[in-house]
């Protein structure tokens, strides 16, 4: 897509929003009040309040998600039933127990994606589970002066908390929080949470089935909700900087409604993806690259006997060829490393049967087994010789010259050509 195609998009998603924006009921200002000021912001286009804090006032506003409601394919009730190790695997142990109340779900909008002392977060909402559903809380700040206010009123919000989540928040949302509490001279409350940015575990578990995973994509490839006429993300901080200048808040309603969305979003992929690391046995997943994905993570944390039968039913699921021959070699990798020595051979033999990337591999694998597992070096050099014929290199004329000095040595001259493994 070239410039002007671009241009032409965002000409059409802003027309969208004019749109659905433009019959929105605006009351006239009042004798004294200007249309510019703040209070016609609250009063006219959302239910809110005006706080006021000892470092000045700014707007909040709330959005509730009733339990009998469902953000795509997940229903909100679920959320209140999240169990309390939840998190514990996926946090490799630093969040052994965090119950579902104590979980703060936040996202911020920004005036820049860089960060830096120059950027604000204008806009910060903060998720939560609650017996009636899940609460969106949503500071805004009205103007660059409200940023003290804001940041004392979110301090004191979080207090309740225990455990922030966010996507993305290690690398983006905290340190630039933290760097406006330092900005402000005021302490940041995120030193006694333990965060769990969910952005790693989505990675792990859908990378090798997903272009991307971007919040609004697993949004949709996950959950199944599409959204309609959503703001770009990155048009927000343009549309922050047109409010500050002409104090026509209108186009900022999509990006209070984007906001709640990705946290929405983000707290019922804290339903479905943490599950799939606590419970891999039971997890339920239609497509056996995640599976492949998630058994890669088990290796990591030798969490061995469970990545193999993950592997095991990523294989048996279905795999795309670019992922299936890997994912057998790593099999027989595995089955290597458990002593299931008879398992790993048949593995790696299946490999050697047809053409693939990683049949080379395989018979070199096969080789080290015959060489010092059974002592058979006719076996070895014969799978040598097959691995030097498909794809030569320095590692394999070397191990062949030793196989057969050491056939010499030892008065066997291997000479049979093998078939079931040609």
């Known amino acids: 897509m070239d410039i002007r195609e671009q241009l032409a998009h965002l000409r059409q998603t802003v027309a969208g929003i004019d749109r659905k924006y ?57 959320l209140t039933e ?67 206010s804001v940041l004392h009123s979110l301090s004191a919000y979080l207090a309740r908390f225990e455990v922030l989540v966010t ?40 990378k090798l089935r997903l272009e991307n995973c971007r919040l609004v994509n697993l949004e949709t490839q996950i959950l199944g909700f599409e959204r309609q006429g959503d703001i770009p993300g990155e048009m927000i901080p343009y549309v922050y900087f047109e409010y500050l200048r002409t104090r026509r808040a ?18 019922c992929l804290t339903g479905i993806i943490p599950e799939a690391f606590r419970d891999p046995e039971n997890v339920r997943v ?22 193999h039968r993950a592997l095991r039913r990523a294989v048996e699921m279905g795999l795309p060829d670019a992922l299936l021959f890997r994912a057998l070699f790593e099999t027989g990798m595995l089955e290597k ?15 050697t049967l047809s053409p693939n990337p990683w049949r080379v591999r395989a018979y070199e694998e096969l080789a080290k087994h015959y060489e010092h597992k059974e002592k058979n070096l006719t076996m070895a050099l014969e799978c040598t010789r097959a691995a030097r014929g498909l794809e030569d290199s320095p590692a394999l004329e070397a191990r062949q010259r030793r196989l057969e000095a050491k056939g010499s040595r030892s008065g066997r001259q291997p000479r049979l050509r093998l078939a079931a493994i040609s």
Not at 126 to 135: H, L, P, Q, T, W
Not at 250 to 267: G, S
Not at 337 to 351: I, M, P, Q, S
């Open 22 to 78: 433009a019959n929105l009921p605006v009351k006239r200002p009042e004798a004294g009040e200007t249309e510019a000021g703040p209070s016609g912001f609250v009063e006219e286009l959302l239910s809110g309040e005006v706080v006021e804090t000892p470092l000045g006032k700014h707007f909040e506003t709330e959005k509730l998600y009733a339990n009998h409601q469902t953000h795509g394919s997940y229903e909100i009730s679920c």
């Open 286 to 307: 239609r497509h056996g690259s995640d599976l492949l994905g998630l058994a890669r993570w088990l290796q990591m944390a030798d969490r061995l006997e469970e990545a």
């Open 82 to 148: 999240l169990p309390a190790d939840l998190l514990h695997s996926l946090s490799g142990g630093e969040i052994p127990v965090a119950r579902p109340e104590a979980m703060a779900f936040l996202d911020t909008e920004t005036t820049g994606l860089a960060g830096g002392s120059g950027t604000y977060a204008f806009l910060i909402g903060v998720g939560s589970i609650e017996a009636e559903g899940f609460r969106v809380r949503q500071f805004f700040m009205r103007d660059y002066s409200e940023e003290p």
């Open 250 to 267: 209108v186009r900022l309603m999509p990006v209070f409604h984007h906001n709640v969305l990705d946290i929405l979003t983000l707290a």
């Open 167 to 206: 996507y993305n928040g290690r690398s983006y949302d905290q340190p630039l929080l933290e760097t406006r509490y330092t900005m402000c001279r005021a302490r940041h409350p995120f030193s006694r949470m333990e965060h769990l940015d969910l952005l790693y575990g989505a990675r792990r578990l859908y």
């Open 337 to 351: 490393k458990l002593c299931r020595e008879h398992a790993a051979v048949a593995t790696f033999t299946d490999l």
